[in-house]
């Protein structure tokens, strides 16, 4: 499962819980502007916008699970079993590869219109990277500054879905996860008056009454609605680091702790990262698992003209400070 969002506080800040049961060796790899961007059937970019993101790259190729770039659109790939459908390679469409969608529309779009734009042509196939790493059975949110949207390619085609919430998940399709917040209007973060029958006093005898009801489960659609309530009544910080510590914060609402979701097998799916880029500065923050200080590489300080990648290796140990 995984949980991705957008926030505005300071800045814009865009980012996506990563939960699994194992790791693809991810890095956060930038793509300078003349890293030359194959694609299998589609044009190749030689120059193209910069991209920062959590990437395994595999012979030197960026398979981006998030990403922002330098114009700050930012998109997640989140699963999405049972109903993506990619399809065969067709003619007169764009035909993108699922493991390319992000550097194809990263790489030359500068907002969501221009995606929506792209995206009227765009026939996402079920071409392979390889016989290691087929097609994952993926959806998308696609953000800028301003909007965003769940693109979905499921057997009925592909469906671009206003995100009004800046908030997804997983399964179910987009539309459902939305029209579930209806079975949530009376959740406040105020104290809120007992309706429950005339004539009953009932005691308020805690703080957060109002969100009762709210789920606590780890299932897609409880993480949606949990992770929209936090996102949508988070206060608007005044600083970066208030900002992004708010943002890690929206996605702790709905984290994983390793135990509570059997995979079996003595494995447990739990928030391998936290991510949180500063759509504006090209700032990408994370935090493991393990590792619950904040790291952050900025995209800027490297040479976006160069042609080559650059990844980092995520710091995965804890780092506590000792304060006596
Ligand atoms: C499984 C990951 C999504 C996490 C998630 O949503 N889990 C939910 C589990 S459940 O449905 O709710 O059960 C996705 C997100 C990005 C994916 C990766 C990226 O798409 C990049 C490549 C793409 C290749 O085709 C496959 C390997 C891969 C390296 C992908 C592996 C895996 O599918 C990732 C890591």
């Keep these: 499962m995984c949980t991705a969002a957008t926030y505005t506080g300071k800045d814009h800040y865009f980012g996506r819980n990563l939960d699994l049961e194992l790791s693809y060796n991810e890095s956060v790899t930038v ?17 193209h916008f910069a991209i920062i993101g959590m990437a395994t790259v595999v012979d030197d190729y960026p398979l981006y699970y998030d990403a922002t770039n330098e114009k700050g659109l930012s998109m997640a790939g989140l699963n999405f079993p049972g109903n993506a459908d990619y399809k065969e390679p067709a003619e007169d469409v764009d035909n993108v590869a699922s493991f390319e969608l992000i550097p ?23 071409v392979e990277f390889s016989e290691q790493f087929p097609p994952s059975p993926l959806h998308w949110m696609i953000s800028d500054k301003n909007e965003s949207i769940t693109v979905e390619q499921t057997k009925a085609g592909l469906n671009v879905y206003d995100n009004p919430v800046g908030i997804m998940t997983n399964n179910p399709e987009f ?55 936090t996102k949508l009544n988070a206060p608007k910080m005044a600083d970066e680091n208030t900002s992004v510590s708010q943002f890690f914060h ?55 003209d160069s042609a080559a990648l650059k990844s980092y290796k995520l710091i995965e140990e804890q780092q506590i400070f000792a304060q006596n």
Aim: hydrophobic fraction near 35%; charged fraction near 25%.
């Design 31 to 47: 793509t300078p502007r003349k890293f030359p961007l194959k694609f299998r059937q589609v044009h190749d970019m030689n120059e």
């Design 104 to 126: 194809w529309i990263l790489g030359q779009c500068e907002t969501v219109a221009d995606v929506r734009k792209l995206l009227a042509k765009i026939n996402i196939t079920n």
């Design 175 to 229: 539309p459902f996860q939305m029209f579930t917040l209806n079975n949530y209007r009376r959740v406040s973060p105020k104290p809120v008056a007992s309706t429950f029958a005339d004539g009953l006093e009932l005691d308020e005898y805690t703080r957060g009454m109002g969100s009762m009801g709210l789920p606590g489960d780890l299932s897609s659609n409880s993480r949606f609605v949990k992770a929209t309530f």
């Design 250 to 304: 929206i996605l702790g609402s709905v984290e994983q702790q390793k135990g509570c979701c059997d995979v079996g097998n003595g494995k447990f799916e739990f928030t391998i990262y936290s991510s949180c880029c500063n759509v504006d500065r090209g700032i990408y923050y994370y935090r493991t698992y393990d590792n619950s200080q904040i790291t952050a590489v900025d995209m800027h300080k490297e040479d976006l």
